[in-house]
């Protein structure tokens, strides 16, 4: 019984056909297809978001409200977290500003395209009330990068 698992084995092995990876080298190429004939191309406006201060991770709610963040199902929040946000060389701290900003760039220019560029230690909720303060003053193109 042992000699014909064996030879089974070897039988699997031996026919073991391994597939190339071609499938999946399309998902970390770029997605663009360029730029179409005829068009101008625009460079894209940086929009950067980066952690100034991290702050301390304290639970958002609950009995623990306000105590170091430890490892469990409740939600969390940072305490004294600043950030900077820039358009292009201009750096502010206020997101207020940087709204300003934007809808002075916007009016200038509509078709212009965003690209809004986090720091390694920026979080969703960092990249979110930026998100939102460009589609409201009606940008149609954004794109996203990781920075360092």
Do not use: N
Request: hydrophobic share 35%; with cysteine.
């Amino acid at each position: 019984m042992i000699d014909v698992t064996f030879l089974l084995l070897l039988f699997f092995l031996c026919t073991l056909q391994f597939k190339t990876l071609e499938g999946k080298l399309q998902a970390f190429l770029p997605k663009d297809a360029g730029a179409a004939r005829g068009e101008t191309h625009k460079d894209f406006v940086q929009v950067g978001v980066r952690v100034h201060s991290e702050g301390l991770r304290v639970h958002a709610s609950g009995p623990s409200q306000g105590q170091p963040w430890s490892v469990g199902p409740t939600r969390f929040e940072y305490e004294g977290r600043t950030l900077i946000y820039s358009l292009g060389p201009r750096k502010t701290s206020s997101l207020d500003e940087l709204g300003t900003w934007l809808k002075t760039f916007h009016r200038q220019d509509p078709d212009r395209q965003y690209s809004i560029e986090s720091g390694s230690k920026a979080i969703y909720g960092d990249i979110v009330p930026v998100v939102d303060a460009l589609v409201t003053i009606g940008v149609g193109d954004l794109r996203f990068a990781r920075g360092r």
